[in-house]
């Protein structure tokens, strides 16, 4: 750590922000990958929930009369990929609250970069790791009777960037303000579980009650849900079209992007206590 402050200290101003943020991008990917716990922990988790959870419901599950006819491990494939990008993405920003209080982040603060480049350096580390945990789990695909084309894989690479991208984001956003993680594991608990029970991951959007239909269309991770089952079962009826669900991947991304920023320039770092 030491060595990574030291040359973020001796960052020249003209140096903008390319080494800054690939600095901090790179001490993401390393620190992380050295918690071999963390790294086992963000597959095998959701792994079990697919496989307990789909064997349970099995052939028992509905979604609708061309989907009914999928067991429900093929059905909670994709929302079990988005499970594992959404842990990955937001608990990756717990860094930031161990950077404050380890003072990695005040040094980092005072160095002669813009915090632009602290907020894409973190951000991209974290979306890196996401998305590269959450690509690994398609080695299942095959079970669940999925053949991807090489032009759809590229479209299956592009939405978890999205998705991996947007909820970095959002968990840096959350995580920035804070100097507890016992309190950011509040906030997860509360609104991001939530969020991903409500994206059409366990249950169908069109079997739901109006009202939660509407929450539903109005949750971002909806489309990514919707996307990644357009691409892995083109067969199946979705409730959106790609291209509308890739757009709002797109604004989603740009948005919690822009949220990032205004937090990170807005708020002061306190101290360690």
Do not use: C
């Amino acid at each position: 750590m030491a060595t990574q402050t030291a040359t973020l200290l001796r960052v020249p101003a003209s140096a903008g922000m390319t080494l800054p943020a690939f600095t901090l991008w790179w001490r993401e990917l390393v620190r992380f990958y050295r918690q071999r716990s963390r790294v086992i922990g963000v597959i095998a988790s959701p792994l079990v929930f697919w496989v307990v959870l789909g064997s349970g419901f099995g052939t028992s599950f509905r979604s609708g009369s061309a989907a009914g006819q999928q067991h429900y491990l093929d059905y909670f494939y994709p929302g079990t990929l988005i499970m594992i990008v959404l842990f990955t993405s937001i608990f990756t920003m717990m860094s930031v609250i161990e950077d404050r209080k380890e003072g990695f982040l005040l040094s980092v603060l005072v160095a002669p970069v813009p915090r632009s480049a602290i907020v894409l350096g973190k951000v991209l580390g974290g979306t890196t790791l996401a998305a590269a945990q959450g690509l690994i789990f398609l080695v299942f695909a095959p079970l669940v009777g999925v053949r991807i084309g090489f032009g759809a894989f590229l479209l299956v690479v592009l939405t978890v960037f999205l998705v991996s991208f947007a909820l970095t984001a959002l968990g840096f956003a959350i995580a920035w303000p804070m100097d507890s993680t016992s309190a950011f594991h509040a906030i997860i608990n509360l609104f991001l579980i939530p969020l991903w029970l409500l994206s059409g991951a366990l249950f169908p959007l069109s079997g739901a009650s109006g009202w939660l239909r509407i929450v539903m269309r109005l949750n971002p991770l909806t489309y990514g849900v919707e996307a990644l089952r357009a691409l892995l079962y083109p067969q199946s009826p979705t409730q959106f079209s790609l291209a509308s669900s890739m757009a709002t991947l797109v604004l989603f991304s740009l948005f919690m992007f822009g949220l990032a920023f205004v937090v990170a320039n807005r708020r002061t770092t306190k101290p360690a206590a």
